[in-house]
């Protein structure tokens, strides 16, 4: 019995990607909030935050937008899949980003006596990441770099969203089936039954 499902050996791997991710977010999630990291002996650093922060844009480009590449004739994307990829990497991307955002710090243009809280920095990485800028948080001089990167990783899942929804949509309305990718084991039974002659 396999751990993790998929047809092939490329598919399991995203599929284990996709377990692992989504697992790390929540550990990072509980980091923000309840600051699991110090109580095991391990202070986030900048650099290691910023780490965290380009894993996601790495598993972005593995599991979501490279999958568009895969399409062939053999193999059609899984729109629910690529949705819940999508899902996984904003998740991921936003509570990676308001992590190192806790680690580096932003600065408060409003209320500048208030304590910031997890809330603050989730809240302004989902406001950076879906680009609105409110203006009530901005980046410390140490982050616009990275906050700028991931107002770009934003723009570009909003993007994918749409191109899935448009996939999920037409599919449907066409009355297409999904069409699971042929193993390799069997490909090459094919191709040995052509050069055969049969």
Known sequence: MRLFPGSTRGSRARNAMSAFIAGLGGVILLELFFEVFSRVGFTPTPYAT??????GFVFFLATTFAVIYLQSER???????LIRDIAISIFYSVVAFA????????????DAQRTQTARDFIYFSVVTF?????????????????????????????GMIVGAAFLTFSMSGRGEKQVRPVPSTQRRRWSRKR???R
Do not use: E, K, N, W
């Not at 910023?50 to 894993?55: L, P, R, S, Y």
């Open 50 to 55: 910023a780490m965290f922060a380009a894993f």
């Open 75 to 81: 193999f059609r994307i899984s729109p629910s899949r």
């Open 99 to 110: 992590l190192y955002y806790r680690t580096v710090g932003i600065l408060p243009t409003f």
């Open 130 to 158: 879906s680009t609105l800028g409110y203006g009530d948080f901005r980046p410390s001089p140490d982050s616009r770099l990275l906050a700028a990167s991931q107002a770009l990783l934003g723009t570009v899942h909003i």
């Open 195 to 197: 050069r055969r002659g």
